[in-house]
């Protein structure tokens, strides 16, 4: 396939040969280094079709690099990049059927709403009359279309970060990506957007790759996330799987709350870190017949509304926190507690280390 | 409002020592321009209203001829000037990374910080050291050089304060190098490209020591011709010129400003 077939709008029928079995994009053992720092080590990804696709993680794990060298931004030491199975390394960002949407929204500041969502097709040399159409679809999609002929400048955060999402999906791109799109707006805005995202993937259909480094919202609006620290991916999974199920110490400290201790704490034979979400920890008034994994003294009481929140303490001193709902049996601080946990809740992450484990 | 720890407009005696600042600078200017409406010979005896010396300006051939050549040089090493700065702004800030880079930065922006003095009489060895005798050419060479800096800063703020990744999104939207210029970085550089042509055309013009020592016969420009003029006598000749000249000016500044405004 030459690139020129690629830069060909990317409307045309998806009559590939791959067809659907082969993923959409295929990341495989990448490699960026930067003049004394490796960004990527070795990344290997599969993205399929029509899939909302999160790339997890705090500042600095390589998310970005990842995203920049998808989009042809950053150009890879080592590996292979592939789209609908088409080699994408030789190509440049202008001619990849791919559209991002900038965390800076990077709009034209010198065009109006309308020319800015036009630019890719008008671009890509569609006719006026295709564009036309295309941007008053798209403008009515997110909603829009009263402010065609504003500037960027005369726009909310909210409401320029909908002509970014317009701008990047008006000339249907086979692949979206979204750098942390919805970090410059307030919380109720990004509550608003994280739906109003979901919304757009599910009625475009498009695959969109999404960078982030807030958990909640991966874990809301994701069908897939990919945990990244230090270049290098901890897990890809479903936010169930990534939630439930962490592969590593990592991944279940960075997603939710974790409570990790060591085997020797519970007074187990063996010494592996033990993970408990705070949530399926419950206390317990000790007396007979009452069994816990542990028993501990409550040191702190944090109400937050549903829920509260009990730290306790061990004998060793490691911290128990538990989150729970019960309104009828509260607890104090100084309560002595049988701290308890179904079987199922534990997950193993391996030999804990030598000093104590702080939750 | 968040009241002000500090106010300057309110320290006493800001207002009379501004008063005194702006009549200081001012001044001299309405001086001049009055006189020039003086038809007595002697510039500093006011007789009455008369638009005489304008016509004499006017007729004046050498200064018809001086005129002619000011602005043939400004303009000339205004365009070059300015395309040498746009594409060396372009360069330094878009360009890859070199060794250098910095001294490169520092040596375009020399002329704003050697005394013209030095300038002057370096070029006028050198042109004469390799024999360059092109008439007023030797003037836009000369001037072209002193005029890239004062284009090349608002240029390359311009270019610095460019909005991050626009022209990343323009890429990303399918545009070639080509049009990634003609769409979105030459328009977003614009007012930048104005500000620092109307910079170096008002440095042309208004240049003296740079000319002073290049100019022979016929290639004098006018603000030379009108020293040269100051030693003869000072009549209300000279006020209408220069009177004349600070209309200029001012359209310029007033265009400037009316150009900056309709951008933001």
């Known amino acids: 396939m030459s690139a020129s077939a690629l830069t060909t709008p990317p409307n045309l029928p998806k009559n590939r040969a791959s067809g659907v079995n082969t993923p959409l994009v295929e990341v495989h053992e990448l490699v960026k280094r930067f003049e004394s720092f490796t960004a990527l080590n070795n990344v290997s990804l599969r993205i399929g079709r029509s899939e909302f696709f999160t790339l997890l993680g705090p500042s600095g794990c390589g998310k970005t690099t990842l995203l920049r060298i998808i989009a042809g931004f950053e150009h890879p030491s080592a590996g292979a990049l592939r789209l609908d199975g088409e080699d994408l390394i030789a190509l440049g960002p202008n001619q990849r059927p791919i559209n991002t949407v900038f965390q800076s929204y990077a709009l034209f500041p010198h065009m109006n709403v309308r020319d800015n969502v036009a630019f890719g097709l008008s671009m890509l040399r569609a006719k006026p009359a295709v564009i036309a159409e295309r941007v008053e679809e798209m403008l009515a999609l997110v909603k829009l279309g009263h402010l065609a002929d504003r500037r960027p400048a005369q726009l909310s955060g909210g409401q320029q970060q909908r002509v970014a999402l317009a701008r990047a999906l008006a000339p249907r791109p086979r692949l979206l990506l979204l750098d942390e799109p919805l970090s410059a707006l307030d919380f109720k805005l990004r509550k608003e957007m994280q739906f109003e995202l979901k919304r757009l993937q599910r009625e475009t259909n498009v695959t969109f790759v999404l960078v982030t480094h807030d958990q909640e919202e991966a874990l809301t609006m994701s069908d897939r996330i990919a945990v990244m620290s230090e270049g290098l991916l901890q897990q890809v999974g479903t936010p169930e799987e990534i939630y439930e199920t962490p592969a590593n110490r990592f991944v279940a400290d960075f997603i939710g709350e974790a409570n990790l201790l060591a085997g020797r704490s519970l007074g187990r034979a063996r010494d592996d870190l033990v993970m408990v979400r705070p949530e399926r920890v419950s206390l317990k008034r000790p007396g007979p017949g009452v069994n816990g994994k542990a028993m501990g003294i409550v040191t702190l009481v944090t109400y937050v509304g549903a829920d509260t929140i009990y730290e306790t303490e061990l004998p060793d001193s490691v911290v128990v926190k538990a989150r729970m709902r019960d309104r009828e049996d509260r607890f104090a601080p100084g309560d002595q507690v049988a701290i308890d946990w179904p079987d199922r809740a534990e997950r193993m992450l391996g030999a804990a280390p030598e000093t104590g484990v702080a939750a | ?264």
């Not at chain 2, 004046?60 to 000339?76: E, G, L, P, Y």
């Open chain 2, 1 to 264: 409002m968040r009241a002000r720890p500090f106010d300057w407009r309110k320290t006493p005696g800001i207002a009379p020592f501004a008063a005194f600042a702006i009549i200081f600078l001012y001044a001299p200017l309405v001086v001049l321009v009055i006189y020039a409406f003086n038809a007595n010979n002697v510039v500093t005896i006011w007789t009455s209203f008369s638009l005489k010396w304008f016509g004499v300006a006017i007729q004046d051939q050498a200064i018809r001829d001086a005129t002619f050549n000011s602005i043939v040089v400004a303009v000339a090493s205004t365009i070059l000037a300015t395309i040498i700065a746009t594409l060396g702004a372009l360069g330094l800030e878009r360009g890859p990374n070199f060794r250098g880079r910095g001294t490169a930065i520092g040596l375009v922006g020399l002329p704003l910080v050697v005394p013209e003095i030095v300038t002057a009489v370096t070029t006028l060895v050198f042109f004469s050291g390799i024999g360059l005798n092109l008439g007023l050419f030797n003037l836009i060479i000369a001037h072209t050089v002193f005029c890239i800096p004062f284009a090349m800063l608002p240029i390359q703020a311009r270019l610095k304060e460019m909005p991050a990744g626009v022209e990343e999104a323009a890429r990303d939207l399918y545009a070639d190098e080509r049009r990634l210029f003609m769409k979105v970085t030459l328009p977003l550089l614009a007012p930048g490209i104005m500000s620092g042509a109307m910079l170096a055309f008002v440095t042309s013009l208004d240049d003296f020591i740079i000319s002073l020592m290049l100019a022979g016969a016929g290639t004098t420009t006018l603000p030379v011709y009108i020293y040269s003029m100051l030693r003869v006598g000072v009549t209300p000749e000279i006020n209408a010129i220069s009177t004349l000249l600070l209309l200029l000016s001012l359209i310029f500044v007033v265009a400037a400003l009316l150009l900056t405004r309709k951008r933001s």
